[in-house]
């Protein structure tokens, strides 16, 4: 038997809502995650604490998120390397459209955290 599915709503960075359907096993490994980013990521003098609420995902997909949750889940165990911090642009209205991390950013929300790592990757401001 199938697990519950969620889908999971969210605004791009022109502004546009999506939804991507996630399966319940994929929800619950999430909520699993500490809310402790060096546990994840690595340590890097040029990343900023961004809260999630400025971030604007790019894109969504199942697979990837799938994907990201496995690898946050061995880097949490020392398994493989940390991640990079999320790659972000910075835009006109003072949110931040990610470049690339959409997946991880996905896991992040689901597991309830503040804000992740990034490093702004252009500095300038696009609409």
């Known amino acids: 038997?199938?697990?519950k599915t969620f889908h999971i709503?969210?605004?791009d960075a022109d502004g546009v809502m999506h939804a991507v359907a996630i399966g319940e096993d994929i929800v619950e490994q999430a909520k699993e995650l500490l809310d402790d980013p060096s546990k994840y990521f690595t340590e890097n003098k040029q990343s900023i604490l961004i809260p999630l609420s400025s971030l604007l995902q790019t894109r969504a997909r199942p697979k990837g998120i799938a994907n990201a949750i496995g690898l946050?889940?061995?880097?949490?165990?020392?398994?493989?390397a940390r991640r990079s911090p999320i790659s972000v642009i910075a835009r006109h209205d003072g949110?931040?459209?990610v470049e690339d991390g959409n997946?991880?950013?996905?896991i992040a929300r689901l597991a309830g955290w503040e804000a992740v790592p990034c490093i702004l990757k252009s500095t300038?401001?696009?609409?």
């Open 1 to 3: 038997m199938a697990g």
């Open 9 to 11: 709503e969210f605004a």
């Open 72 to 80: 946050m889940r061995q880097a949490y165990r020392g398994e493989i």
């Open 95 to 97: 949110f931040f459209a």
């Open 103 to 106: 997946s991880t950013v996905t």
């Open 124 to 127: 300038d401001i696009v609409p």
